[in-house]
């Protein structure tokens, strides 16, 4: 999905078209993960995996990959949709900790609040560049936190770009 086509999809009245064509992306579709809800903002994103032949590990427990995969790029798309076009926005880093293992349908819950927006537009008015980082745990249907994953992006002005 190129920057341009999803740009074009983040109007209000335009979040489920980008929720159906998130949810066709093949590394999606093929590890079972399932967007479930977009908000018109792109403040908020759920996102959630049942556990399936084809995305369990060895011990029939949700393949790690796939734990790790749900939880890409979604803060990206959804700082692109907040920021604008002004802004270039890259996931830099990632890291997993793996806190039990997945059994069963897993969740996780994407949300973006006015201040983290109003701190990121802040800080690059002083700064060429700001790595914010961001936290979204992964739970099983008991809201029992399995998975934590941490994501590194990288945010910069286009203006300041060569």
Known sequence: MTRNILLKLLGGSQAYALRRRVNLWPPFLGAGIHVTHIASDMKSIDVE?????????YVGTHFGGS????????????????????????????????RKPGRGKVRAEFRLTEAQIDDIRAKLKRLPKYDPVFTVEVKDEQGTVI????????IRRKDLTQ
């Open 49 to 57: 995996m049942k556990l399936r032949w084809w995305n369990a590990n």
């Open 147 to 154: 998975a934590e994953v941490e994501k590194v992006l990288h």
């Open 67 to 98: 734990l790790f995969a749900m939880t890409d790029a979604f803060y990206m798309l959804m700082l692109m949709g907040n920021l604008g076009r002004d802004y270039i926005v890259w996931d830099k880093a990632a890291t997993i900790r793996y």
